[in-house]
């Protein structure tokens, strides 16, 4: 077979455009190569619908294996005795959960969107709002943070099935020991997806969702820095508040419902080649590499944040606890969307996304706020001494737009892109 060189073409230049920019999309990583060659690897061709010793094909006895192995480093990782590690995405995590809890039609609570919430907590235009019935959570207004005292009238006046702990947009540490209170006085299940924030949850530098949380669900390549993907995991299982039975007359238990809802549930054949580079980002993470890298995430995420306030930004909530932070340009520059800024600043190299701070003035397109983080950065090797600099880059490039244009001028991208990939020759995508 000829090789194709289109799109290896277009994966070196797909490599070269990494190389070069300064990535501060908050939900990116660089994987190791380790970790690329396991998800390129032969494992592949295998078809392993089920689970470990219970497969629906032959010649499964190597992948079992391997799925096991990643199975065991998930609940090393988070202190789990379950762990479902066959999602293909967050958002698939997130649905079998709810398939394995809810009726169609039930209620269940999740973050609003706009304050910093996912689609899969209840987006009128994702499956979990059309099949279910969400009631949304706030941050308060005057703190930026999460309402706890909102959510507790919103729970026993709604009486949810479901309560989801966790944002795409959120700075700040969670109280699951309030959230579990709250959901054990309307007999909700309690979950937190923590999709952002699963490293620094796993190396102990945030409170431990599952000390009071049913069910955690998480992505595997965020701040996890492993292959695109999602897991679930429990540690304390526990009966079906349904009560659904066995054949043998049994109360299901909730880790077999959530492996029915996952596989044949909501998915097909798990992507075993995945599943092994999910193992290895695991062991990756279970090392004490990882805990210095994790600490630079959060050190450099502080700086980072620092830096836009002491140039006159907004950061919602006044600064950050994890790896992430939301900016809310109207204080600044009213003129200016998160849209013109996210389109500019790619013009030089660097790569951030346009978010709606909470009670946005502006439309989902627009928007008013930018969300940055530092897990990428600080793979690439930058420490807290170049988070100013890069933030002084950045407040360049914007200073320059004209809201008229929507752009800044020409010699000032072209300016602040040499100095962006000047700075970026020195730190490898595989240096470390
Ligand atoms: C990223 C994210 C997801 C979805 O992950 P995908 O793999 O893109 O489906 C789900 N929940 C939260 C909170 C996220 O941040």
């Not at 689609?119 to 207004?141: F, I, Q, R």
């Not at 502080?302 to 950061?315: E, I, L, N, P, S």
């Not at 001494?385 to 490039?397: F, G, H, Q, S, Y």
């Not at 040499?418 to 240096?431: I, Q, R, S």
Request: charged share 25%; net charge negative.
């Amino acid at each position: 077979m000829k090789r194709d060189e289109k799109i290896f073409d277009l994966i070196r230049q797909e490599k070269e455009r990494q190389m070069h920019g300064i990535e501060l999309i908050a939900s990116e990583n660089f994987v190791s190569e380790q970790v690329l060659e396991a998800m390129g690897s032969v494992m592949t061709n295998k078809y392993a619908e089920g689970y470990p010793g219970k497969r629906y094909y032959g010649g499964c006895q190597i992948v079992d294996q391997s799925e096991q192995i990643a199975i065991d480093r998930a609940c090393q990782l988070f202190n789990a005795t379950f762990a479902n590690v066959q999602p293909h995405s967050g958002a698939q995590a997130n649905m079998a959960v709810m398939q394995a809890l809810l009726e169609p039609g039930d209620t269940f609570m999740g973050l609003d969107l706009s304050h910093g919430g996912h689609l899969s907590h209840g987006s009128p235009v994702n499956a979990s709002g059309m099949l279910y019935k969400p009631v949304a959570y706030h941050v308060a207004k005057e703190t930026g943070r999460v309402d706890y005292d909102e959510m507790e009238k919103i729970a026993l006046e709604c009486h949810p099935k479901l309560i989801i702990a966790g944002a795409s947009a959120y700075s700040r540490d969670w109280d699951y020991k309030r959230m579990r209170e709250i959901a054990d006085k309307v007999g909700a299940v309690l979950m937190a997806d923590v999709s952002h924030p699963a490293g620094l949850i796993a190396k102990g530098l945030l409170n431990d969702p599952l000390e009071y949380c049913h069910i955690i669900t998480t992505t595997t390549h965020k701040t996890l820095r492993g292959p695109r993907g999602g897991m679930i995991l429990i540690r304390h299982d526990f009966e079906d508040p349904r009560g659904r039975k066995t054949p043998k007359g049994e109360t299901k238990m909730m880790s077999a419902l959530i492996n029915s809802a996952v596989f044949p549930g909501i998915q097909g054949g798990p992507l075993e080649h995945v599943i092994a580079s999910k193992a290895v980002a695991f062991g990756e993470a279970l090392s004490d590499e990882y805990m210095e890298y994790i600490q630079q995430v959060r050190k450099n995420a502080a700086f980072m944040a620092r830096a836009f306030m002491d140039k006159g930004y907004d950061v919602i909530s006044g600064g950050t606890d994890n790896h992430s932070m939301l900016i809310d340009l109207r204080g600044k520059f009213p003129e200016i969307t998160g849209k013109m800024v996210e389109n500019t600043l790619v013009l030089a190299d660097i790569t951030v996304n346009k978010n709606m701070v909470p009670f946005d003035t502006r439309s989902p397109f627009l928007t008013s706020g930018l969300r940055v983080g530092t897990p990428a950065i600080t793979t690439r090797g930058l420490k807290q001494d170049k988070m100013a600099v890069i933030v002084e880059l950045i407040d360049d490039v914007i200073s320059d737009i004209n809201p008229e244009t929507k752009t800044a001028s020409e010699a000032k991208i072209n300016a602040v892109r040499a100095e962006v990939n000047k700075m970026m020759k020195d730190y490898p995508l595989f240096a470390w």
